[in-house]
């Protein structure tokens, strides 16, 4: 078999594997199981006191452990090693000079052999039955390859501290001590910890600290074998690539002595000699098969990435290890990467980094090693995982503090008391009880609030109450709605509010009796006592100069300049519209929209049409003075589609004709905005503006901007100005918008810069969006705008909306982060809200929370639907309230942290230089792991990076943030792209935010054409592509369809049309329509993901090699960029090396 073998990925973990009888194995995150004695060791054992710090050889750099692809110097992490504890095996090169050994180690009587591909009854550890202390498998596990001293050596012996005195104290010593001395065993497939084997390296070369359990090691303490503090899945990282196994080298058997025996020897110890030897590097010690890959081959003997692996080889790589005992004095093992042994090392042929060599020839010194990217926490497996434990059963949302399945996973919901993860997403669900311990983690408390999102059909939507002329019953002192965490007293006479405390008379028409429980008998009757969101009609006080809106108005306003017309984009959107006006919003059951619509054409002048349907032909009126903006017409500029449909369909024929010979190349573009402001001023609504417009405003008139593109000012302090707008007048501008409840849409479509800092001021204030088509071309970008254009028309958008978010005593909402405008510190207020913004809300401590009653969040959103009702909205939800710092670590969500995270250092840009932001962002995640470390991981050696088990991706993630356009622009970004993508970005939800920062990667070629299932998506990294296959990518924004060089001749003909590689174009926007089974289903997977998004995204054709390759793997997230960014491995080590900085 191929020692190359790409590793067997074993069950998924969470889930208990064959061959580890008597070891229960939790679901993730479980309980603790009933039976399992306690154990008190620490996950890892932790370096030894009194081990002196060995010095790195010269030339190699002990942080690193990989190739740098740079200067090593960015992570140097002083002399320690990262995380010995976890990060899988070093691919060892074959060391020459010795030929491997005859096939196939011997394996000692008993022992069966173990390789990749089986699950065998190998017990890595100390036989239970031999043990004079029962204690689970589980606890200390025993790494092969040394053995352990027999009893009659005790002498030998140095003991740190006292003698124990009891088996608890043993237990207690032995959390501390090293046993055994080489590679570790595979990862667990608990999914708890990438722990794959504990090597600080801090012992004699021969001793190193082990700690891969067998069974599934938990990821710091004991998953299942609860310590004193409770059970808390953490996730231990080492950092540096052990030596991957020689698939049929089995490590002899432990020796049955337990006890006192088992200490470490002292570095002059004797070692028995009756053992084959430690494993050489290029081999793992046998272990359980993992879920993910951690006991990665090693590569072929060049490292050319990409070659295949060379002839399987039978037996072991590199010289037989030394059988005699290693001289004392040798050099101790170097305290440096992730892991313990670095294969060998200049001028040493031997197993032991630093043992001498006997026997063997120097070998040439070997390439540095890498940290195995298959060992670190991979993104595909934690959401494959998720899907595998979650996304059967529905989630019910009756029970305070759960935190839901992740955005990635399809899950039905039942609303049983609290909002559905739909319409609130935290940060956390088990928030501290006290600011200090809120400051202690800097775990940021926030709430990701979509207030209208759309629901899957099978999910009810919010039932509307109808409270008549008294409206919805409120506190009387804070004024939070009624809501199913209100307590009826005294019969159900009065309520208390759950927020405030105050009691409150029930109003005599809401009265109800009480039953035997305190529970209203009507409670399963009222939405707003037993359901998380539910609607209320809210009464005239609840509207504008208190009378009822009339239904709002959309107004669409066409750049008619020089290059609007010349690229067919004036008639394009004129031949739409005249269907698309079909299609406009309606509520439920109503026949025809409430909706009226305008039309206004412009360029340095505005040109507004009368559409009244007594007309027979359109007529147009052009306002010159854009200084002083006006509507010349009152009648007939806003009216409804139905009943001036000819005179409408005559006007959108007639607008391209119209302007078909302009030679007007400049534009403004406030005067438009005032148009649209004072139009819907006169007919007293709300509405929204669509603005289609191609360049910098530079004509005379109020707004008028001047080019300030400046690619210097990068990575200068001036930098931020490059995201602030170039004048105050458009915010002045929203504000006035706002106020009228006016929301402007704007479709760009430039050929150079035109200042989206600036022009998106009033659509991000006024809760608008921004649609950018650079360079549009009318075949190949066509598509997408449309489709863009008739979602945008079509979706559900409430106006003139405010909204407020009530808390219960002991924490409030401090900062806002989206599309809209504040005027006061609590009312969040927008023009028009649609279903795809979010608005994320950060609280902080202003008193003491309890245990007992956990916290209260109440979104209260006031809104006018599409057919001019005023409604409320409500949406409430508990959280758990914790003293215990585990509690909180437990119950965190890395998707909405990484969403609040980019908002706030996106926000974070206006102010502050860019590095300022990333070092502040890096910062604060390291605080975060650091915490959980110091407080909640169990005892193990600095070496050893941990990570919270629901934490485990925020390394991957945050890197990913901080490599975007916004913090780290490539040389190909502009400015635009920059402010565009920033003011997208912070209105987005988290399933948004998840796949535009860590792309989905799918291999086309391993999708099942008979099925609807997609094909399992692979990492983000240039390493997983092979070139004789098809794959997509897509970022919520984008679809890549990226063909390798050798993919076969009969699949590009089925999904392009084409007979070879070379014929086919990178200008397709669609995928061609052809009647084989690969290409419908290819085409059926980009529609399922266009259709999951709220942008249409756009299909981009890469072939392997091509100019456009550089593009696509920008997206590549987990590999180094050219801007700069660090790859997922080099930043994994940054971050040890932070923490590691933090907690010394």
Same mark, same amino acid.
């Given at each position: 078999?191929?020692?190359?073998?790409?590793?067997? #990925?074993?069950?998924?973990?969470?889930?208990?594997?064959?061959?580890?009888?008597?070891?229960?194995?939790?679901?993730?995150?479980?309980?603790?199981?009933?039976?399992?004695?306690?154990?008190? @060791?620490?996950?890892? +054992?932790?370096?030894?006191?009194?081990?002196?710090?060995?010095?790195?050889?010269?030339?190699?750099?002990?942080?690193?452990?990989?190739?740098?692809?740079?200067?090593?110097?960015?992570?140097?992490?002083?002399?320690?090693?990262?995380?010995?504890?976890?990060?899988?095996?070093?691919?060892?090169?074959?060391?020459?000079?010795?030929?491997?050994?005859?096939?196939?180690?011997?394996?000692?009587?008993?022992?069966?052999?173990?390789?990749?591909?089986?699950?065998?009854?190998?017990?890595?550890?100390?036989?239970?039955?031999?043990?004079?202390?029962?204690?689970?498998?589980?606890?200390?596990?025993?790494?092969?390859?040394?053995?352990?001293?027999?009893?009659?050596?005790?002498?030998?012996?140095?003991?740190?501290?006292?003698?124990?005195?009891?088996?608890? /104290?043993?237990? +207690?010593?032995?959390?501390?001590? #090293?046993?055994?001395?080489?590679?570790?065993?595979?990862?667990?497939?608990?999914?708890?910890?990438?722990?794959?084997?504990?090597?600080?390296?801090?012992?004699?070369?021969?001793?190193?600290?082990?700690?891969?359990?067998?069974?599934?090691?938990?990821?710091?303490?004991?998953?299942?074998?609860?310590?004193?503090?409770?059970?808390?899945?953490?996730?231990?990282?080492?950092?540096?690539?052990?030596?991957?196994?020689?698939?049929?080298?089995?490590?002899?058997?432990?020796?049955?002595?337990?006890?006192?025996?088992? @200490?470490?020897?002292?570095?002059?110890?004797?070692?028995?000699?009756?053992?084959?030897?430690?494993?050489?590097?290029?081999?793992?010690?046998?272990?359980?098969?993992?879920?993910?890959?951690?006991?990665?081959?090693?590569?072929?003997?060049?490292?050319?990435?990409?070659?295949?692996?060379?002839?399987?080889?039978?037996?072991?790589?590199?010289?037989?290890?030394? #059988?005699?005992?290693?001289?004392?004095?040798?050099?101790?093992?170097?305290?440096?990467?992730?892991?313990?042994?670095?294969?060998?090392?200049?001028?040493?042929?031997?197993?032991?980094?630093?043992?001498?060599?006997?026997?063997?020839?120097?070998?040439?010194?070997?390439?540095?090693?890498?940290?195995?990217?298959?060992?670190?926490?991979?993104?595909?497996?934690?959401?494959?995982?998720?899907?595998?434990?979650?996304?059967?059963?529905?989630?019910?949302?009756?029970?305070?503090?759960?935190?839901?399945?992740?955005?990635?996973?399809?899950?039905?919901?039942?609303?049983?008391?609290?909002?559905?993860?739909?319409?609130?997403?935290?940060?956390?669900?088990?928030?501290?009880?006290?600011?200090?311990?809120?400051?202690?983690?800097?775990?940021?408390?926030?709430?990701?609030?979509?207030?209208?999102?759309?629901?899957?059909?099978?999910?009810?939507?919010? @039932?509307?109450?109808?409270?008549?002329?008294?409206?919805?019953?409120?506190?009387?002192?804070?004024?939070?709605?009624?809501?199913?965490?209100?307590?009826?007293?005294?019969?159900?006479?009065?309520?208390?509010?759950?927020?405030?405390?105050?009691?409150?008379?029930?109003?005599?028409?809401?009265?109800? !009796?009480?039953? !035997?429980?305190?529970?209203?008998?009507?409670?399963?009757?009222?939405?707003?006592?037993?359901?998380?969101?539910?609607?209320?009609?809210?009464?005239?006080?609840?509207?504008?100069?208190?009378?009822?809106?009339?239904?709002?108005?959309?107004?669409?306003?066409?750049?008619?300049?020089?290059?609007?017309?010349?690229?067919?984009?004036?008639?394009?959107?004129?031949?739409?519209?005249?269907?698309?006006?079909?299609?406009?919003?309606?509520?439920?059951?109503?026949?025809?929209?409430?909706?009226?619509?305008?039309?206004?054409?412009?360029?340095?002048?505005?040109?507004?049409?009368?559409?009244?349907?007594?007309?027979?032909?359109?007529?147009?009126?052009?306002?010159?003075?854009?200084?002083?903006?006006?509507?010349?017409?009152?009648?007939?500029?806003?009216?409804?589609?139905?009943?001036?449909?000819?005179?409408?369909?005559?006007?959108?024929?007639?607008?391209?004709?119209?302007?078909?010979?302009?030679?007007?190349?400049?534009?403004?573009?406030?005067?438009?905005?005032?148009?649209?402001?004072?139009?819907?001023?006169?007919?007293?609504?709300?509405?929204?503006?669509?603005?289609?417009?191609?360049?910098?405003?530079?004509?005379?008139?109020?707004?008028?901007?001047?080019?300030?593109?400046?690619?210097?000012?990068?990575?200068?302090?001036?930098?931020?100005?490059?995201?602030?707008?170039?004048?105050?007048?458009?915010?002045?501008?929203? =504000?006035?918008?706002?106020?009228?409840?006016?929301?402007?849409?704007?479709?760009?479509?430039?050929?150079?810069?035109?200042?989206?800092?600036?022009?998106?001021?009033?659509?991000?204030?006024?809760?608008?969006?921004?649609?950018?088509?650079?360079?549009? /071309?009318?075949?190949?970008?066509?598509?997408?705008?449309?489709?863009?254009?008739?979602?945008?028309?079509?979706?559900?958008?409430?106006?003139?909306?405010?909204?407020?978010?009530? #808390?219960?005593?002991?924490?409030?909402?401090?900062?806002?982060?989206?599309?809209?405008?504040?005027?006061?510190?609590?009312?969040?207020?927008?023009?028009?809200?649609?279903?795809?913004?979010?608005?994320?809300?950060?609280?902080?401590?202003?008193? =003491?929370?309890?245990?007992?009653?956990?916290?209260?969040?109440?979104?209260?959103?006031?809104?006018?639907?599409?057919?001019?009702?005023?409604?409320?909205?409500?949406?409430?939800?508990?959280?758990?309230?914790?003293?215990?710092?585990?509690?909180?670590?437990?119950?965190?969500?890395?998707?909405?942290?990484?969403?609040?995270?980019?908002?706030?250092?996106?926000?974070?840009?206006?102010?502050? $230089?860019?590095?300022?932001?990333?070092?502040?962002?890096?910062?604060?995640?390291?605080?975060?792991?650091?915490?959980?470390? =110091?407080?909640?991981?169990?005892?193990?050696?600095?070496?050893?990076?941990?990570?919270?088990?629901?934490?485990?991706?925020?390394?991957?993630?945050?890197?990913?943030?901080?490599?975007?356009?916004?913090?780290?622009?490539? $040389?190909?970004?502009?400015?635009?792209?920059?402010?565009?993508?920033? /003011?997208?970005?912070?209105?987005?939800?988290?399933?948004?935010?998840?796949?535009?920062?860590?792309?989905?990667?799918?291999?086309?070629?391993?999708?099942?054409?008979?099925?609807?299932?997609?094909?399992?998506?692979?990492?983000?990294?240039?390493?997983?592509?092979?070139?004789?296959?098809?794959?997509?990518?897509? +970022?919520?924004?984008?679809?890549?369809?990226?063909?390798?060089?050798?993919?076969?001749?009969?699949?590009?003909?089925?999904?392009?049309?084409?007979?070879?590689?070379?014929?086919?174009?990178?200008?397709?926007?669609?995928?061609?329509?052809?009647?084989?089974?690969?290409?419908?289903?290819?085409?059926?997977?980009?529609?399922?993901?266009?259709?999951?998004?709220?942008?249409?995204?756009?299909?981009?054709?890469?072939?392997?090699?091509?100019?456009?390759?550089?593009?696509?793997?920008?997206?590549?997230?987990?590999? =180094?960029?050219?801007?700069?960014?660090?790859?997922?491995?080099?930043?994994?080590?940054?971050?040890?090396?932070?923490?590691?900085?933090?907690?010394?």
């Amino acid at each position: 078999m191929s020692v190359n073998q790409q590793a067997h #990925t074993g069950p998924p973990y969470g889930q208990p594997q064959p061959g580890y009888q008597g070891y229960q194995q939790p679901a993730y995150g479980g309980p603790s199981l009933p039976g399992v004695p306690q154990s008190q @060791y620490g996950a890892y +054992n932790g370096p030894m006191p009194g081990y002196q710090q060995p010095v790195p050889p010269q030339g190699y750099f002990p942080s690193l452990g990989f190739p740098s692809k740079g200067s090593p110097v960015s992570l140097n992490s002083d002399t320690s090693s990262l995380a010995p504890n976890f990060i899988g095996s070093l691919r060892a090169p074959p060391t020459s000079g010795a030929p491997p050994p005859a096939s196939g180690a011997s394996h000692p009587s008993g022992h069966l052999a173990y390789s990749q591909f089986e699950h065998g009854d190998v017990q890595n550890g100390i036989p239970a039955s031999a043990a004079p202390m029962q204690r689970p498998p589980a606890s200390q596990p025993f790494l092969p390859g040394s053995a352990p001293t027999p009893v009659s050596q005790i002498s030998t012996f140095q003991q740190y501290g006292p003698p124990p005195a009891s088996v608890q /104290q043993l237990r +207690n010593h032995m959390a501390g001590m #090293t046993i055994g001395s080489t590679a570790a065993s595979a990862p667990p497939p608990a999914g708890l910890g990438y722990v794959s084997g504990s090597f600080s390296a801090t012992g004699s070369g021969l001793h190193t600290p082990y700690s891969a359990s067998q069974g599934a090691p938990p990821a710091t303490v004991s998953e299942g074998l609860p310590l004193t503090q409770p059970p808390f899945p953490g996730h231990t990282v080492s950092t540096q690539r052990l030596p991957t196994q020689v698939p049929g080298f089995t490590p002899p058997p432990p020796s049955t002595g337990v006890g006192p025996s088992s @200490y470490p020897p002292t570095t002059a110890a004797p070692r028995p000699p009756a053992m084959p030897g430690p494993p050489l590097p290029g081999q793992t010690v046998a272990g359980p098969p993992s879920s993910q890959p951690n006991h990665v081959s090693s590569p072929p003997p060049s490292t050319m990435a990409g070659l295949h692996p060379g002839p399987p080889m039978s037996g072991l790589h590199g010289p037989p290890p030394p #059988t005699h005992p290693p001289q004392p004095g040798y050099p101790m093992q170097q305290n440096g990467s992730f892991g313990q042994m670095r294969g060998p090392q200049p001028n040493y042929g031997g197993a032991y980094p630093g043992a001498p060599n006997y026997g063997s020839p120097p070998g040439p010194p070997p390439p540095p090693k890498r940290l195995d990217p298959d060992s670190i926490p991979s993104p595909i497996q934690v959401i494959e995982d998720d899907r595998n434990n979650r996304g059967s059963e529905p989630f019910v949302t009756g029970v305070r503090g759960q935190v839901p399945p992740l955005v990635t996973t399809n899950f039905l919901v039942k609303d049983q008391g609290n909002a559905s993860p739909r319409y609130i997403r935290c940060t956390s669900y088990n928030i501290p009880c006290t600011s200090d311990m809120a400051k202690q983690s800097q775990v940021p408390l926030a709430a990701v609030i979509k207030p209208l999102a759309t629901l899957p059909p099978e999910e009810t939507l919010p @039932y509307l109450v109808d409270h008549g002329e008294s409206g919805p019953v409120r506190c009387n002192r804070c004024k939070a709605y009624m809501c199913p965490f209100m307590q009826f007293i005294e019969g159900g006479r009065r309520f208390q509010c759950c927020f405030c405390s105050c009691v409150t008379e029930v109003p005599p028409h809401y009265f109800q !009796h009480l039953d !035997h429980t305190g529970k209203r008998v009507d409670f399963y009757d009222r939405p707003e006592l037993s359901l998380g969101s539910y609607e209320f009609l809210a009464t005239v006080d609840y509207c504008k100069n208190n009378k009822f809106p009339s239904p709002p108005a959309f107004i669409f306003m066409i750049d008619v300049s020089y290059n609007a017309v010349k690229s067919g984009l004036v008639r394009l959107i004129c031949e739409e519209l005249k269907s698309l006006l079909d299609y406009l919003p309606r509520e439920g059951n109503m026949e025809e929209s409430a909706i009226r619509v305008g039309f206004v054409t412009y360029n340095k002048v505005l040109h507004f049409y009368n559409v009244k349907s007594s007309l027979a032909q359109p007529q147009m009126m052009v306002v010159s003075d854009v200084a002083d903006m006006f509507v010349p017409l009152l009648d007939g500029f806003l009216v409804n589609v139905n009943e001036s449909r000819t005179v409408i369909a005559s006007l959108l024929d007639q607008i391209p004709e119209m302007f078909a010979d302009t030679r007007e190349t400049e534009t403004v573009f406030a005067p438009v905005i005032q148009a649209g402001l004072e139009a819907l001023k006169a007919a007293e609504c709300a509405g929204k503006l669509f603005i289609f417009h191609t360049s910098l405003p530079i004509a005379e008139a109020p707004g008028k901007l001047k080019n300030r593109d400046d690619r210097k000012l990068i990575n200068t302090d001036k930098e931020k100005t490059l995201f602030q707008p170039q004048t105050s007048f458009y915010n002045n501008l929203a =504000k006035d918008c706002v106020a009228q409840g006016c929301c402007v849409d704007l479709f760009l479509f430039p050929n150079q810069y035109l200042d989206v800092a600036t022009l998106g001021v009033v659509p991000y204030q006024t809760g608008g969006s921004i649609y950018k088509y650079a360079y549009f /071309q009318l075949e190949t970008d066509q598509y997408r705008f449309l489709n863009d254009l008739r979602r945008d028309v079509q979706k559900e958008v409430g106006f003139d909306a405010v909204m407020r978010v009530r #808390t219960s005593t002991g924490i409030r909402a401090t900062d806002f982060f989206g599309a809209f405008y504040m005027s006061n510190t609590t009312d969040v207020e927008m023009a028009g809200l649609d279903c795809d913004k979010t608005i994320t809300v950060e609280f902080k401590h202003d008193d =003491k929370l309890s245990e007992d009653s956990g916290a209260l969040l109440q979104c209260a959103l006031l809104y006018t639907s599409c057919a001019g009702q005023r409604r409320l909205r409500i949406h409430n939800l508990s959280l758990n309230c914790c003293t215990q710092l585990a509690d909180l670590y437990r119950n965190c969500e890395t998707d909405t942290l990484i969403n609040y995270l980019a908002k706030y250092a996106y926000r974070g840009v206006l102010s502050s $230089p860019v590095k300022t932001v990333r070092d502040s962002l890096i910062n604060q995640c390291a605080q975060i792991l650091a915490c959980y470390r =110091k407080n909640c991981a169990s005892p193990s050696s600095a070496g050893q990076l941990i990570l919270p088990e629901c934490m485990k991706l925020l390394p991957v993630y945050l890197n990913c943030v901080l490599k975007s356009d916004v913090l780290q622009p490539g $040389p190909e970004v502009t400015t635009d792209d920059r402010a565009y993508i920033r /003011q997208l970005v912070t209105s987005m939800d988290v399933a948004e935010t998840n796949v535009f920062f860590y792309p989905r990667l799918l291999p086309l070629t391993k999708a099942d054409v008979d099925s609807d299932s997609l094909p399992a998506a692979i990492r983000n990294s240039e390493e997983r592509l092979s070139k004789g296959d098809i794959y997509l990518l897509e +970022n919520g924004l984008n679809v890549f369809v990226w063909v390798g060089v050798s993919v076969q001749q009969s699949l590009i003909q089925n999904l392009f049309g084409v007979s070879s590689f070379s014929q086919i174009s990178n200008a397709l926007s669609t995928l061609p329509v052809l009647e084989n089974p690969f290409s419908k289903k290819v085409r059926s997977i980009v529609d399922m993901l266009q259709g999951q998004r709220s942008r249409y995204m756009k299909l981009i054709i890469v072939k392997q090699e091509d100019k456009l390759e550089m593009l696509f793997k920008h997206f590549l997230v987990e590999d =180094k960029s050219l801007s700069g960014g660090a790859s997922y491995v080099d930043f994994l080590c940054h971050m040890h090396k932070e923490i590691r900085q933090l907690l010394s």
